[in-house]
């Protein structure tokens, strides 16, 4: 350092409001600026949290015998509850002679409920699908020797369900309980149309003029008997037929084989309407599944 570059340095020191930059620190930056927090008014941000949404309901405490309209639909069995949902908002329901379509709005089980125009009831419909095993039967008048076959869906629900159909105590396969007495009035007259199937077995081989005959239909006591299908099983005894036919009577099928000499062993259900016996054990039930119940109601 030179003697002009120190004496430039204190002069600099003793200029007015001249700094040394020696032993001090640089002032601090600047903070960055900014905006004021928005903040909304206390008014608005009450009104916002008790603004109601479209057609929603104001929430209240549901009391013990109240539910929601979406279930109560459901529970009728004419719709999930979210197809219950649209009808509401596109204003087909009413209660108690008052149109409603509030998301949320909750129903007694003494209101009126119209859906579409038609009466509604409450009580939540369930279906349930049981393998049926030997030795049980649909039936109460056949003695205490043979066991009813609801012993075997019993705790299964708190509702009264009734077997659709008769089976008598050789009969096995699909059994479907309900309480929707639209669906067992359904599944019971004479002229349906779903298919079932049954595995029959005889106590001798069909002979083949004999399938042919059934395959073309019967005439038994005056009646015409026709069947949808019939074959021999593969890699099965002749003695063991696949029969498809649309009537839920099991006495038909077994009228079918002996109006032509043969004795059957064992009547089989293999096929319901569309419902299988897939991971469903011999003597074990379940509950249908919502599509399930949705393919029943639209055959």
Known sequence: MNKNEGGNRRNASNRPGGKSSFGKSKPPLPKRAQGPKKTKPAADSAAEKTEKKPNQAPKRQKAADEMRLNKYISNSGVCSRRDADIYIQSGNVKVNGVT??????????????????????????????????????????????????????????????SPVGRMDKNTTGLLLFTNDTDMIRKFTIPNQKSSKIYQVSLDKNLKFEDLEKIGKGLMIDNHRVSVEEISYIDDEPKSEIGLKLRTANVKVVRHIFEHLGYDVLRIDRV????????????????????QEIINLKNI
Do not use: C, Q
């Not at 049926?132 to 039967?137: I, L, S």
């Open 100 to 161: 409603v379509t509030e998301m949320g709005y909750l129903v007694k089980a003494t209101d009126v409920v119209n859906f579409d125009g038609a009466l509604l009831t409450p009580e939540k419909k369930e279906y349930i699908l049981l393998n049926k095993p030997k030795n049980f039967t649909t039936s109460l008048d056949e003695g205490f020797e043979h066991r009813n076959v609801s012993e075997l869906v019993r705790g299964a629900t708190k509702a009264v369900l």
């Open 271 to 290: 096929v319901f309407a569309g419902l299988t016996k897939k991971n469903l054990p011999r003597g074990n039930w379940r509950f249908l599944t919502e």
